[in-house]
């Protein structure tokens, strides 16, 4: 549970130390606690191609990137994506 002195928002900054210098530095010491941080995401999935009248069985994309600012994340734009084979043979749809 936070004290009252201290603000909701604040962040810990896992890079820099309160001192200012690096916290990979073999000083060691507490993490810097920063302010106004911020993420946004976009998630999606799209259909390319249906095997026959089935829902279930398709070829899609799918694929996530995130931002943040790297003044205060230590990872601030990451992405990724693939590419789905659901049920696509019919041999592999009986189970």
């Known amino acids: 549970m936070p004290s009252n002195d201290t603000p909701i928002d604040v962040v810990i900054d896992e890079r820099i130390g309160s001192w200012g210098m690096s916290l990979a530095t073999t000083a060691g010491g507490t993490p810097a606690i920063t302010s106004g941080d911020f993420g946004?995401?976009?998630?999606?999935?799209?259909?390319?191609?249906?095997?026959?009248?089935?829902?279930?069985?398709?070829?899609?994309?799918?694929?996530?990137?995130?931002?943040?600012?790297?003044?205060?994340?230590?990872?601030?734009?990451?992405?990724?994506?693939?590419?789905?084979c659901c049920r696509v043979q019919?041999?592999?749809?009986?189970y």
């Not at 019919?90 to 009986?94: A, G, R, V």
């Open 40 to 84: 946004t995401y976009v998630v999606f999935e799209q259909k390319l191609y249906r095997v026959g009248h089935d829902d279930d069985r398709r070829i899609g994309i799918f694929g996530r990137v995130s931002y943040s600012p790297a003044n205060q994340n230590l990872i601030d734009l990451y992405a990724y994506g693939g590419i789905e």
């Open 90 to 94: 019919p041999s592999l749809t009986s």
